[in-house]
């Protein structure tokens, strides 16, 4: 059997969890093609009720997630959690779990807002720093001239402070369909998960460093080093002060919680090792 489809049940830190998807870290991760994704995402649109959750898994996000118990309890709510990063496709290939499509932000969101041009559903652009979320939807419309931008606002707030409830208020006012929200982990799902009942919108999707790329603020990584797994060596290089703890301490760190549940899984009594 190949390792694309091969699975153990018996190990809690690793499941087959409900169809289509496979617990990493007790964490579902949706096994679903990107246009699967997509299309199941803008379905929600126009549905009513609350406002669907939709977060991404990293191997920096699922290192958090292992300290940080309202991260995991995020994640573990959400609707829908897919994989962005090769990380985490090789964590599933070593526990011998089945290995989730790869969906970045910088590539889907061109078919999210083709998607949502289609469809007349409008989007609202919150994170990153002043003015950045701001230009990343100007470019979304300068590709998609019909895409309804319903606002944009900056992440650089507390989520604690008056200026949160002001955000709040401006995106019930505008009423979007789908709240792109890139304030980097954990602070994204965190303010998610204690705002999206309160949001009139349909969807509510995390996006990490994402309008930092569309907007043109910081490059992409070619081609052939984001194929083939390399592209935290380019974020490393562009942006070392901010992305040295979590590459150069993370990545090491990450790994060694997947061979310690490698190791636990072949263990003659079964016992998952601890992960910390």
């Not at 087959?16 to 579902?28: E, H, T, V, Y």
């Not at 996000?61 to 990380?87: K, M, T």
């Amino acid at each position: 059997m190949s390792t694309e489809t091969a699975f153990r049940t018996d190990d809690p830190s690793l499941t087959l969890a409900d169809d289509g998807q496979a617990r990493i870290f007790d964490i579902p991760v949706d096994l679903a093609p990107p246009h699967q994704l997509l299309a199941r995402i803008t379905g929600w649109v126009g549905q009513g009720g609350p406002p669907r959750r939709v977060m991404y898994v990293n191997a920096h996000v699922l290192n958090q997630s292992l300290e940080e118990s309202s991260l995991r309890d995020a994640l573990e709510q959400a609707d829908l959690v897919y994989c962005d990063g090769y990380g985490v496709r090789l964590a599933a290939r070593a526990l011998e779990a089945p290995i989730p499509h790869r969906m970045t932000g910088a590539d889907w969101v061109w078919d999210l807002a083709a998607l949502c041009e289609a469809q007349d559903a409008s989007v609202y652009l919150l994170g990153s720093e002043p003015m950045v979320a701001a230009q990343a939807a100007a470019r979304l419309r300068q590709r998609h001239p019909r895409l309804r931008v319903a606002g944009s606002h900056h992440g650089y707030f507390d989520l604690d402070s008056p200026h949160a409830e002001r955000v709040v208020e401006d995106l019930n006012a505008r009423r979007p369909d789908i709240v792109l929200v890139g304030m980097g982990s954990p602070k994204q799902e965190l303010w998610v998960q204690r705002t999206a009942p309160r949001l009139d919108a349909g969807v509510v999707w995390t996006v990490g460093a994402l309008f930092d790329y569309v907007s043109g603020r910081v490059p992409r990584a070619p081609r052939w080093l984001s194929d083939n797994g390399l592209e935290w060596i380019f974020r490393l290089a562009v942006e070392p002060q901010r992305m040295w703890r979590r590459y150069l301490v993370g990545n090491p760190q990450f790994l060694g919680r997947v061979a310690a549940q490698a190791r636990a899984r072949t263990d003659g009594d079964g016992a998952p090792t601890p992960l910390r």
